[in-house]
């Protein structure tokens, strides 16, 4: 699979992975703790809702660095370099809208219930 970031960017898919990971097995383990084991897809739309949030925290840090200055001695022209950390052109704080889009499917089955 080819994957196209900058800077920092490429950190979204193990921070959403990864922490959707962990946060949703131990949701299971307190739910299962808590006599409630049919309620899985929760703790799979807690993980995903914890991921958002902390990928938005990182993406929102990474990307707030302020502009770096420097001035073009031939034309004496100020130029601002500015570091964007994103996957496939998107910043990574804007990642975090999908996946709380995909954390909302799960939720559905409560209709059911």
């Not at 958002?52 to 004496?76: C, F, H, K, Q, Y």
């Amino acid at each position: 699979m080819l994957f196209i970031w900058s800077g920092w960017g490429i950190l979204v898919i193990p921070i959403v992975v990864g922490t959707a990971i962990i946060v949703g097995a131990l949701a299971q383990i307190s739910l299962q703790a808590l006599g409630h084991p049919e309620l899985a897809f929760l703790a799979f739309s807690l993980g995903l809702f914890a991921a958002a949030s902390l990928n938005w925290v990182v993406g929102r840090r990474l990307n707030s660095t302020p502009p770096r200055e420097l001035i073009d001695p031939a034309t004496n022209a100020r130029v601002l370099l500015t570091r964007r950390h994103a996957l496939f052109w998107i910043r990574m704080e804007y990642w975090s809208a999908p996946v709380v889009l995909a954390a909302f499917v799960p939720l559905l089955a409560l209709r059911n219930l």
